[in-house]
C-alpha cells in the first residue's frame, strides 16, 4: 500500500529496498477532509437552528393568520385564546402590554441598582471588598428562574406587597420586581466590565482638573463607557420580555384588564399574563393540536422572537455604535 | 466651546483667580459623599435581596428537607412525596443535552477558531451564535415540540428533551470553546506544524489538551444553566406526574424544576414548603457544579503557563 502510492519514477530508485513511506500523506488528506467536514457541518447546525426557529415559527403561524387576521392579532384588545366558540378572540395587545409593563417594573429595579452597584464596585470598592462581592453578584445570576417565580409568588407578593398595596395573589408586579432582581447582576457585571475598560488616563485627567471622585465617576468615566452600560440595559429588557417562569408562577393566568377586578391593560396589581406566560400556561394545560389555540401560540412566539431579536440587534449595534475607543 | 477665548484671556488678563469661579468644594465634596452612600447602598440592597431569596427558600423549605424527598417519588400527599423521578430525569435529560452540545458545540468553536477564514461569513455565523444566545428560552420549547416531537417522531420523550435543551445551551458552549481555544497560544500549533504534523493532529494532539480545563468549565457552566431551565421543558416535556425513573432515552420524564413548578403551582400550603425544600436541594447541585467548574479552572490555570 505504502509502495504502491510512490510514483513509479521513485519506487526504481530505492532500488527494491522496501520504500519506507513514513508521510502516510494519502490517509492524512482523507481524514483532514473528513474531519473537517464534520465540524463545517457543526457550525453549519447553528445557522440551521436560527433558519429552523424562523422557519417554524412563520410556517406554523400562517396557519394560524389564515383563521385570524394578522391586523385583528397586533391590534385587538382582548385576549381569550382558551375560551371556546364565539368568545374566542385573538387581540396580542393585553399580551404585549403585560409583557412591556412587567418588563418595564423589572427596569426600574434592575437599572439604577445595577448601574450604581457597577460604578460602586469599578470605582469606588477596594479589590477585597469587590472579591467578595463579585461572587455574590454571580450566585444571584446562577440562581435557576423557577426559584425567583417562587420567591415572587411566596415572599415579594406576600410579605413586601400585601401590606402597603391592594394586590391580588397573582400579580405583575411581584413578576416585574422578581424579574428585575433576576436581571440586576446581568447590568452590574456588563456595565462594570464597560466602566473598567475606561482607561485610568481619563480619571486621572479629570481629578487633575479638580473634580471630586463623584464628579470624576459620574461626569467623565460613566460617559466614556456608556455605549456598554446601554447595551447592558437593553439585554436585561431583552432578557425580562423571554422570561417566562417568573411570569407563569407570579403574574396569574388571565392577560390583564380582562379580570373584574384588573383595572386595565397596565394594573400590574392584578393577573398580568405575558407573551411567554400564555405559551406557558397553555402547554401546562394541555392544549388540543391543530386547533387555533395551538396556532396562536406560534403567532404569539413569533412576535416575542421578533421582539428579543429586534432589541439584541439593537443593543449590538449600540456597542458598536457608540463604542468610544481610547489608546 | 471657547479655546481661543481662553488663550485670549490668559495672553491678556493678569493671572488671577477669576472672580466668577467659585470651586464650592465643600458642597461638591458633600454631595460627592452623598452619592458614595447611594452607590453603596445599591450594593448592598442587592447583597440584601440575595439574602431575602435566600431566606424566602431556606424558612419554609428547612422542615421539609428530608431523604424522602429524594427517594420517594411525587405523591398526592405531600408527606409522602419526594422527586426520585425528577432527579433521575435531570440526570438523563442533562446528561443528554450535554453530550449533544459538547460534541456540536465543540466542533463549531474548532472549525470557527482554527479552520474558518476570517470573512464575511465567519462573522455572519458569529453574529448568529450570539443571536442565538439571546433567543428566548420558550421559543426553543416551540422548535423542539415541531422538529422533535412531531416531525422526527420522537414523541415527549428524554431524547426531544435533551436536543431541544442541547440547542439551547449551544451557543453558550461555543462561545466559552472558542475562548479557550483562542488562549491557546500559536508558538504550540507552530511547534507541531513545524515537526510535520497535519492540521488536525495539531488540533488533536496539542490544542485541543491544552484547550480542555477551559472548554469543561464552559461545558459545566452550561449543565447548570440546562438544570435549572423549565420553560421549554413544558412545551416539549409536559408530563406532569412520572412515577417511575426513566429507563432509557425515549421514557417519558421529569425534571427538578417542573416538579417545583408543579408543586408550586398547587394550592396547599404543605406543597409549597415541599417546592421550598426541592429548591434546596437543586441549590445545592448547582452549587457543587460550579464550585467543580472553579476548581477546575483555578487547577489548570496554575498547571498551565505559557
Known amino acids: 500500500m505504502a509502495v504502491s502510492a510512490l510514483p513509479e519514477r521513485e519506487r526504481r530508485t530505492t532500488n527494491d529496498t522496501p520504500a519506507l513511506d513514513l508521510s502516510g500523506r494519502r490517509n492524512r488528506d482523507l481524514s483532514e477532509r473528513i474531519v473537517k467536514g464534520f465540524l463545517q457541518l457543526c457550525a453549519a447546525l447553528t445557522l440551521l437552528t436560527t433558519l429552523g426557529i424562523v422557519v417554524i415559527l412563520l410556517y406554523e403561524s400562517a396557519s394560524f393568520f389564515r383563521v385570524v387576521p394578522i391586523w385583528d392579532f397586533l391590534t385587538g384588545t382582548t385576549w381569550t385564546a382558551l375560551s371556546s366558540g364565539d368568545q374566542q378572540k385573538f387581540g396580542v395587545i393585553p399580551l404585549v402590554t403585560g409583557t412591556l409593563t412587567i418588563s418595564l417594573v423589572s427596569a426600574v429595579i434592575s437599572i439604577p441598582i445595577g448601574l450604581a452597584a457597577a460604578i460602586f464596585l469599578s470605582e469606588y470598592a477596594g479589590n477585597r471588598t469587590r472579591a467578595i462581592l463579585k461572587p455574590v453578584l454571580e450566585i444571584l445570576a446562577g440562581v435557576p428562574t423557577i426559584v425567583y417565580g417562587f420567591f415572587a409568588l411566596t415572599f415579594i407578593t406576600p410579605v413586601l406587597l400585601k401590606p402597603v398595596l391592594d394586590v391580588g395573589a397573582f400579580n405583575g408586579l411581584s413578576a416585574g420586581i422578581a424579574i428585575g432582581i433576576m436581571t440586576l447582576p446581568m447590568v452590574t457585571s456588563l456595565s462594570e466590565d464597560a466602566i473598567r475598560a475606561v482607561p485610568r488616563s481619563l480619571r486621572e485627567a479629570a481629578f487633575g482638573l479638580g473634580a471630586t471622585k463623584f464628579e470624576t465617576s459620574v461626569r467623565v468615566v460613566v460617559p466614556a463607557a456608556m455605549s456598554g452600560i446601554v447595551a447592558s440595559f437593553i439585554l436585561a429588557l431583552s432578557r425580562a420580555i423571554g422570561e417566562t417562569m417568573i411570569v407563569a408562577v407570579a403574574a396569574g393566568g388571565s392577560p390583564a384588564g380582562q379580570t373584574g377586578v384588573s383595572a386595565g391593560l397596565f394594573d400590574v396589581t392584578q393577573s398580568m399574563q405575558t407573551m411567554t406566560g400564555f405559551i406557558a400556561y397553555t402547554f401546562s394545560s394541555d392544549v388540543a393540536r391543530g386547533s387555533s389555540q395551538f396556532y396562536s401560540l406560534f403567532g404569539v412566539g413569533l412576535l416575542l422572537f421578533a421582539m428579543t431579536f429586534a432589541m439584541n440587534v439593537f443593543s449590538q449595534w449600540v456597542a458598536l455604535r457608540f463604542r468610544e475607543v481610547y489608546e | ?306
Open chain 2, 1 to 306: 466651546m471657547s479655546a481661543n477665548v481662553q488663550a485670549d484671556t490668559i495672553i491678556t488678563a493678569t493671572p488671577e483667580p477669576s472672580a466668577t469661579f467659585t470651586p464650592r468644594t465643600r458642597v461638591r465634596r458633600a454631595l460627592g459623599n452623598v452619592w458614595r452612600v447611594i452607590f453603596l447602598g445599591s450594593t448592598v440592597l442587592a447583597v440584601v435581596l440575595l439574602g431575602m431569596l435566600l431566606w424566602s427558600i431556606l424558612e419554609p423549605g428547612k422542615d421539609w428537607l428530608s431523604w424522602r424527598l429524594i427517594t420517594n417519588m411525587p405523591s398526592r400527599i405531600p408527606e409522602k412525596a419526594g422527586m426520585n423521578s425528577a432527579i433521575w430525569g435531570s440526570i438523563w435529560l442533562v446528561g443528554g443535552s450535554a453530550i449533544f452540545s459538547f460534541v456540536i458545540g465543540l466542533g463549531s468553536a474548532i472549525y470557527l477558531e482554527e479552520y474558518a477564514a476570517k470573512n464575511r461569513w465567519t462573522d455572519f455565523i458569529q453574529t448568529n451564535i450570539s443571536n442565538l444566545a439571546g433567543v428566548p428560552s420558550i421559543v426553543y420549547g416551540l422548535l423542539g415540540l415541531v422538529i422533535f416531537v412531531d416531525l422526527l417522531g420522537m414523541g415527549r420523550s428524554i431524547l426531544a428533551g435533551s436536543l431541544t435543551m442541547g440547542l439551547l445551551i449551544l451557543p453558550v458552549v461555543v462561545i466559552s470553546s472558542r475562548e479557550a481555544i483562542r488562549a491557546v497560544p500559536s508558538s504550540l500549533r507552530q511547534a507541531s506544524y513545524g515537526l510535520g504534523a497535519t492540521q488536525w493532529q495539531t488540533i488533536r494532539h496539542h490544542v485541543l489538551p491544552a484547550a480542555m480545563p477551559g472548554i469543561l468549565t464552559g461545558v459545566i457552566l452550561s449543565m447548570s444553566r440546562a438544570i435549572g431551565e423549565t420553560a421549554p421543558l413544558i412545551v416539549v416535556g409536559g408530563a406532569s406526574q412520572v412515577l417511575f425513573r426513566p429507563d432509557g432515552p425515549f421514557s417519558p420524564y421529569m425534571v427538578m424544576p417542573l416538579q417545583i413548578f408543579n408543586w408550586t403551582s398547587r394550592p396547599q400550603q404543605d406543597f409549597e414548603h415541599l417546592a421550598a425544600a426541592a429548591i434546596i436541594v437543586l441549590m445545592i447541585i448547582l452549587l457543587v457544579m460550579n464550585s467543580l467548574a472553579i476548581i477546575l479552572r483555578q487547577h489548570f490555570s496554575k498547571k498551565n503557563r505559557w
